[in-house]
């Protein structure tokens, strides 16, 4: 039995679709985008402003440590001067539980909140911030927990408690119940208004503002802070920002029958057994180790960070290996994205675009770089982008169809670039910020450049994208550095926008902490 599962693409669209109502009769009566937000700070339209940038972050105290925590500190010594925060996703571990909410997002980000300096008595479903919080969903976000591991996890709890849990999870009875909790704490949970009248109330007071496409939700700092969807865009110094949920276009394509098809699932089944067996005697080793001694700690942290590895590796097996049904892709949300960024082109005021979601097409983390599921939303993203260069044809000449695209999933900070990949995702920046509070991973012994095959020709490569930058894990044992990290992106006047990036480190090693800002650089 798997230790975390997933719903399925279908359920994640229709399970958010209730959750918001979408295209409720009452809500296109009046017009109503729901994929779109105005922030009212009334400084939207000025051409030069900060954002800062976090992911993966959702972990609580582990051994009394807690990097959220030290990540937030430092996020605070930039608030005055940064407008909002983007997550990009896995905003709490392990399960998306609303249980975990209080330890691993609440009391870590208090001062973000209203009501902060008592975080104990803010539910998690009626948070309001104080300057706009922007999150996209992560996977883990979506996962839950099967009964039999829930009761097992409540029965256990006080042996783990008193052992100081080896394995260290965030795992109480239950999970995100298909993303519930993600919906109850971020978004506007219209399916929670019963009453028609009360629903319509409800609109007329917070879908104020005017869109591209009609009305849209108003976002009111410290007043209320609710997202009006899953995937949302939305316009600040005439910058269009666009949050995308890639939960539901990351399936990879279906293995077929031809004679390498059938080799490559061979091999599959064969990686797979291997990482059960390696699985099976990493439990073994925790049993054998001491937390209290500080090099076997150390040693278990590197055994509890392989176990995540291998459990990544063998979900990312188990959805190529699926032949029970064919995997679902979420067009409808690919359509919006490819409709509202040929929009965004055709609209003079806007000098830029920006893309956030949670899974990275590009990256060098050793265990996301040749995921199937990070070459799916590679491709499925090229083609909206290929579809959308085509539809403004010589408008975009001489420039990226998109000027920066956010990920996190990969528990690192890195930047990257790519090069001509023959495809309108060339020359494109692309940072990752997953490296925000969870365990860390180090870069692939590969290297820093990214190849691809060349479909014409088999068995040739070429170079799409290259790894400019890269924080994660490094060292071992005792000397382990786990530079733990978030982005402040400061946005330059001009067309095209210029990005100045900086990267802040909040690092671990030999059991003390130091901060430190790394050298900024420039994105063009």
Not at 241 to 248: L, P, Q
Not at 411 to 428: F, K, M, P
Not at 456 to 473: D, N, P
Request: one cysteine or more.
């Amino acid at each position: 039995m798997k230790f975390v599962s997933e719903p399925s693409t279908t359920v994640k669209m229709q399970k958010m679709k209730q959750r918001v109502r979408w295209q409720d009769p009452v809500i296109r009566e009046r017009g109503i985008d729901q994929t779109a937000v105005v922030i009212d700070d009334e400084q939207t339209e000025e051409p030069e402003f900060s954002f800062m940038v976090v992911g993966d972050s959702g972990t609580g105290k582990h051994r009394g440590e807690s990097p959220q925590r030290q990540i937030a500190e430092l996020m605070l010594e930039h608030r005055e001067e940064c407008r909002f925060v983007l997550h990009t996703g896995d905003v709490i571990y392990l399960v998306g539980s609303s249980e975990y909410y209080l330890s691993n997002f609440i009391k870590p980000y208090r001062e973000f909140l209203v009501g902060g300096s008592e975080p104990n008595k803010i539910r998690y479903d009626r948070m309001t911030f104080n300057q706009p919080f922007l999150p996209v969903p992560g996977n883990h976000d979506y996962y839950d927990l099967p009964v039999v591991f829930g009761a097992l996890s409540i029965l256990s709890l006080p042996i783990r408690r008193l052992a100081r849990s080896r394995v260290d999870l965030d795992v109480g009875w239950h999970g995100s119940w298909q993303g519930k909790a993600y919906a109850k704490a971020f978004l506007d949970y219209l399916e929670g208004i019963s009453n028609p009248e009360e629903l319509i109330r409800h609109l007329d007071r917070h879908y104020t503002a005017q869109g591209t496409q009609g009305r849209c939700l108003c976002y009111k700092p410290s007043q209320f802070t609710r997202l009006p969807n899953r995937y949302y865009t939305f316009r600040y110094g005439g910058i269009d920002f666009f949050a995308v949920d890639s939960n539901t276009f990351n399936d990879p394509a279906p293995l077929g029958k031809d004679k390498e098809s059938v080799k490559y699932r061979q091999q599959l089944e064969k990686r797979r057994v291997a990482i059960e067996r390696e699985k099976a005697e990493i439990s073994e080793r925790f049993t054998e180790l001491n937390p209290d001694d500080p090099e076997q700690s150390d040693q278990l942290d590197d055994l509890r960070t392989r176990l995540e590895q291998l459990e990544e590796s063998e979900h990312d097996i188990d959805k190529q290996l699926d032949t029970s049904h064919e995997p679902a892709v979420d067009q409808e949300q690919l359509d919006w994205l490819e409709h509202r960024l040929v929009e965004s082109w055709n609209t003079e005021s806007v000098r830029g675009r920006i893309i956030y979601f949670h899974h990275p097409p590009y990256v060098t983390e050793a265990t996301k770089w040749d995921q199937a599921q990070t070459l799916a939303v590679r491709y499925r993203l090229r083609q909206v982008l290929d579809n959308v260069a085509k539809a403004v044809g010589s408008q975009a000449e001489n420039r990226a169809i998109v000027d920066l695209v956010l990920n996190g999933h990969a528990h690192c900070l890195e930047y990257l670039r790519t090069v001509n990949t023959g495809h309108a995702d060339s020359h494109i920046n692309w940072l990752v910020c997953g490296g925000s509070g969870y365990s860390l991973r180090r870069q692939r012994d590969e290297g820093n450049q990214l190849s691809e095959v060349v479909p014409e020709e088999t068995g040739k490569t070429h170079l799409v994208a290259e790894s400019h930058l890269f924080l994660g894990r490094t060292g071992s044992g005792s000397d382990k550095h786990r530079p733990y990290s978030f982005a402040r992106i400061d946005v330059k006047s001009g067309t095209p926008p210029k990005f100045v990036v900086r990267p802040i480190i909040a690092e671990r090693h030999r059991s003390e902490w130091s901060s430190k800002s790394l050298p900024s650089f420039e994105m063009s």
